[in-house]
């Protein structure tokens, strides 16, 4: 995960589609439901400024196109989504982290409220959370001094 040997690139992309549950939700379930999404590599490339982009752009910029592709049309994403797409996208930054308090709110404050949607900024708080409370920065320490 420290990155001394290359990374595999993910060419997946996640649409979370929520089912129309009633008459009366019809309008905003409808407005929620997102197209069949490109994947990740795809958008990336498809970028011109990126084509001389530094990593750090790159990198930021992936993370805007996943939270973008699960997003619904107003670029809201409900609480339960935004933790199984943490859950699924950040899982080497995860394993480990599972009995740590600081792990644990994070993912009760997603079970809060679970079905009430959260923009790209609070998104983005809890995706840098999970990153700081990692052991990334060891490893990365670990095979520096290999």
Known sequence: MCGCTSSSENTRSYSF????A???KDATSKSRKMPKRIPISKQLASIKALGKGSDLEKAVTTLVLVYNN???????????EAKKLLQTQ???????????PKYQEILASFDESKNEPIDFEDFMVQTLSITLMSDLLEDIKKCAKK
């Open 70 to 80: 699960a997003a619904d049309a107003e670029g809201k994403l409900i609480r339960s």
């Open 17 to 20: 589609k929520k089912a129309e």
């Open 22 to 24: 009633s008459s009366a």
């Open 90 to 100: 950040f899982t080497h930054f995860i394993q480990g982290q599972e009995g740590k």
